[in-house]
């Protein structure tokens, strides 16, 4: 069954700081991932996703993200971060057989300090 | 705008007492989902329709019902809440191409019931 760990349910970075919240998967098959980001009282927003094309792929607000099948990872990163940043961000694998869902991790809540 | 709508966004009920939330989406998608998300836990499926007339068990359906009678609507029924239905609620949307594609999340119903 295809699963998803993220790493760190909190993570907590100064503004202008590296941003890193890790995500592993498991499947059998090869993965379509995703990462989503969740702000307060607001519904889940794409970030970006990977569907085999190229393995660094680059999504909205700066983020972007590594496939490393060695690893089973699929890293969400930013350069620097901004207090806008500041929400709860979900890695999700599609499974593609049967109910065609999105499997999520449990979720990082990201906090920015001054 | 394409989008997912719900409602209502917050709702607080009794036990027992019979309730829907609404979920339509404007992009003409095939694919309609229900989640539910708990903290710790992430996104579990409740329902999923892959079309009109044919929805099918996500992966906690105990004490839910979907129906599907046209393409943009698909509501969620509670027939017997229970506390431990107290959730935050999401639908979810997607074009036919296959699980590569991004899943459109609408705003998220918050449900309490005592």
Redo the contacts between chains.
């Keep these: 069954a295809q699963s998803v760990t993220q790493l760190g ?1 909190h993570v907590s970075v100064s503004e202008g700081a590296l941003v890193l919240l890790r995500c592993n998967y498991s499947s059998s098959v090869p993965p ?1 991932l ?1 990462w ?1 980001v969740q702000y307060p ?6 970030l970006l ?1 990977y ?1 085999s094309a190229a393995t660094l792929v680059k999504g909205i607000n700066g983020f972007e993200a590594e496939f490393k099948k060695s690893e089973t990872s699929f890293h969400l990163t930013k350069p620097s971060a901004h207090m806008s940043d500041a929400a709860e961000y ?1 890695c ?1 694998v ?3 057989q049967g ?4 499997v ?4 990082t809540r990201l906090t920015i300090n001054p | 705008e394409a989008q997912v709508t719900q409602n209502p966004r917050y709702l607080i009920t009794v036990t027992g007492k019979k309730l829907t939330v609404t979920c339509s989406q404007n992009m003409n998608h095939e694919y309609m989902s229900w989640y539910r998300q708990d903290p710790g836990l992430g996104l579990r499926q409740i329902y999923y329709s892959m079309n009109v007339e044919v929805t099918d068990k996500g992966d906690v359906p105990e004490g839910y019902k979907v129906s599907r009678k046209e393409k943009r609507n698909f509501p969620l029924i509670l027939e017997s809440p229970s506390p431990n239905q107290t959730s935050l609620y999401f639908c979810a949307s997607r074009g036919a191409g296959g699980p590569y594609e991004t899943q459109y999340f609408g705003p998220g119903t918050r449900l309490l019931v005592l």
Excluded at chain 1, 41 to 46: A, C, F, P, V
Excluded at chain 1, 104 to 107: I, K, S, Y
Aim: no cysteine; proline share 0%.
């Design positions: 349910s379509y995703f989503y009282n607001q519904g889940l927003q794409l996703k569907t979900f999700a599609s499974v593609s109910a065609q869902k999105l999520f991790g449990q979720g």
